[in-house]
């Protein structure tokens, strides 16, 4: 069973840093793309950050741009955001989701989620 896990997240103050962790299982990691996504109350949920199955590929949201930096490790089937210099406005729930073959912007794509973690950056 396909199975999406997150972790990592927590209170941080503006300009911290936190390492998001998603375990996967079920499935061989290098044959998806995963994407982290993020959702904050009363707005849509948005992705700002996705890898490809063989790491070759990653891609950021602007808003996230030079801070974040998405990566993988396939023996540990795990992808991991590093989030620094983290703001006020980067408050909300983040989410990692997989889909076969390559790396989409709609979180439509994206057939498999987990539970979501929580990130709050206030002082």
């Known amino acids: 069973q396909l199975q999406v896990a997150e972790s990592g997240g927590g209170l941080v103050q503006p300009g911290g840093s936190l390492r998001l962790s998603c375990v996967v299982s079920?499935?061989?990691?290098?044959?998806?793309?995963v994407g982290w996504f993020r959702q904050a109350p009363g707005k849509e949920r948005e992705r700002i950050s996705c890898i490809d199955g063989g790491g070759d590929f990653t891609a950021y949201a602007d808003s996230v741009k030079g801070r974040f930096t998405i990566s993988r490790d396939n023996a540990m089937k795990t992808v991991f955001l590093q989030m620094n210099s983290l703001k006020p406005e980067d408050t909300a729930v983040y989410y990692c989701a997989t889909r076969h073959g390559h790396c989409q912007r709609s979180p439509q794509s994206f057939a498999s989620w987990g539970q979501g973690t929580q990130v709050t950056v206030s002082s």
């Open positions: 079920g499935f061989s990691l290098h044959e998806y793309a």
